[in-house]
C-alpha cells in the first residue's frame, strides 16, 4: 500500500518544495568552494574531514543554545545514526569532493543528481512510495543523460571510469540521505537527526587524518573563511532545512525538486571558475533534469 506523507494543505507542500530548493541551491555553492580551496593547497580528504567535523560542532553549538533536549536519543537507534552518519555524510561527502578533484563541478554535479532514481527505488522498499511510469521514464533519462555528461558517446570521455564511479557512488550515498534522513525524523528532531549523523561521520573519518599529504593546518586565513561559509551554508543550514522538510513530503519527490542544485552549480562554475560545459554535455545534464 502507498504511504502518503501527512500534509497540511497544498500551500504548506510548496512551502516544503521550497525549503528542499533553497537548501539545494545551497548545495550548488559547494563546488565552487571546494575548487577554490583545492586550490588553496586543502587535499579532497583534508576538506571531507573539515566539513563533518566543522558540521559536528556547528549542530552541536545550535543545540547548546538552544534546546538540549536535542541530544537526547534512544540507545537502541544508536546504531541506525551510526549507519546514518557512516553511509550519507562520510561516505557521501568523501565521494562528491573527490568527484569535484578528478573533474569539473558541473560534470560532478550532473553525475550527483542520478540521485532522485536511486532514491525512487529506495522509497518503494521503506516508503511503499509507487513507481510510477514518469519515474521510469526518469530512469531512462538519467542514464541517457549520464551517458553524454561523461563523454562515453564521443569515444573520448571527459569523466574517467574513477571518475564516473565516484560520482555514482556519491549519487547513491545522497539517495540514502533523503531516505534514512525520512526515517530518522519519524522519531527526532532534524537538529538531534543532523548532530548525530554528523558525530558519526567525524569518527568515522578519523583514520584518514593517518593518510600520506591530509594535513588540517597551516592554512591561510582565505581558507578558514571558506571553510566557515560553507559550514554556514552548504554543511548547517541547507543540511537544516532538508531534513525538517523531508518529513512532509514523499522522499523520492524531495530528491527530484533537489535536481535545482546542478543547475546551480553550474551557474555558479560558469560565473566563479569560468567551467563550461560541452553541447552534448549540457544535453545529458537537460536529460537528467528532465
Given at each position: ?23 539545494a ?20 580528504w ?5 566539513r563533518?567535523s566543522?558540521?559536528?560542532l ?7 543554545f538552544t ?18 552518519g557512516?553511509?550519507s555524510?562520510?561516505?557521501f561527502?568523501?565521494?562528491y ?6 573533474t569539473?563541478v558541473?560534470?560532478?554535479a550532473?553525475?550527483?543528481?542520478t ?5 525512487a527505488i ?15 521514464v526518469?530512469l531512462?533519462l538519467t542514464?541517457a543523460?549520464?551517458?553524454?555528461v561523461a ?17 555514482l ?8 540521505f533523503?531516505i534514512?534522513?525520512?526515517?530518522a525524523?519519524?522519531r ?8 548525530y549523523s ?14 600520506p ?8 586565513l582565505?581558507?578558514?573563511?571558506l ?9 548547517l543550514?541547507s543540511r537544516?532545512?532538508y531534513?525538517s522538510a523531508?518529513k512532509?513530503?514523499?522522499?523520492s519527490r ?5 535536481t535545482v ?5 553550474a551557474v555558479l ?7 563550461l ?8 545534464g ?5
Amino acid at each position: 500500500m502507498e504511504m502518503r506523507p501527512k500534509t497540511t494543505g497544498e500551500g504548506r507542500q510548496w512551502e516544503y518544495y521550497g525549503l528542499i530548493a533553497l537548501a539545494a541551491t545551497m548545495w550548488g555553492s559547494l563546488g565552487a568552494m571546494t575548487k577554490g580551496l583545492y586550490a588553496l593547497g586543502v587535499g579532497p580528504w583534508s576538506l571531507t574531514f573539515f566539513r563533518t567535523s566543522l558540521g559536528f560542532l556547528a549542530f552541536g553549538v545550535v543545540i547548546l543554545f538552544t534546546n538540549r533536549s536535542w541530544l537526547r536519543v534512544r540507545r537502541q537507534d544508536l546504531p541506525f545514526l551510526a549507519l546514518f552518519g557512516l553511509i550519507s555524510t562520510s561516505a557521501f561527502y568523501a565521494l562528491y569532493l573527490y568527484t569535484i578533484s578528478l573533474t569539473s563541478v558541473a560534470a560532478a554535479a550532473v553525475l550527483l543528481y542520478t540521485a532522485p532514481v536511486f532514491a525512487a527505488i529506495m522509497a518503494r522498499f521503506a516508503f511503499g512510495e509507487a513507481i510510477t511510469p514518469p519515474k521510469v521514464v526518469a530512469l531512462l533519462l538519467t542514464f541517457a543523460g549520464c551517458t553524454l555528461v561523461a563523454g562515453l558517446e564521443s569515444g573520448a570521455p571527459v569523466v574517467t571510469p574513477l571518475g564516473i564511479a565516484t560520482g555514482l557512488g556519491s549519487a547513491i550515498t545522497y539517495a540514502s540521505f533523503g531516505i534514512m534522513g525520512k526515517r530518522a525524523r519519524e522519531r527526532y528532531s532534524h537538529w538531534t537527526i543532523n548532530f548525530y549523523s554528523m558525530a558519526f561521520a567525524t569518527l568515522f573519518l578519523v583514520p584518514v587524518l593517518a593518510l600520506p599529504g591530509v594535513s588540517l593546518w597551516p592554512y591561510p586565513l582565505e581558507v578558514w573563511l571558506l571553510l566557515a561559509v560553507m559550514t554556514a551554508g552548504p554543511t548547517l543550514a541547507s543540511r537544516a532545512l532538508y531534513v525538517s522538510a523531508i518529513k512532509q513530503v514523499e522522499a523520492s519527490r524531495a530528491a527530484i525538486v533537489a535536481t535545482v542544485e546542478p543547475v546551480a552549480a553550474a551557474v555558479l562554475a560558469f560565473v566563479l571558475l569560468g567551467e563550461l560545459l560541452s553541447p552534448s554535455q549540457l544535453l545529458g545534464g537537460f536529460l537528467v533534469l528532465a
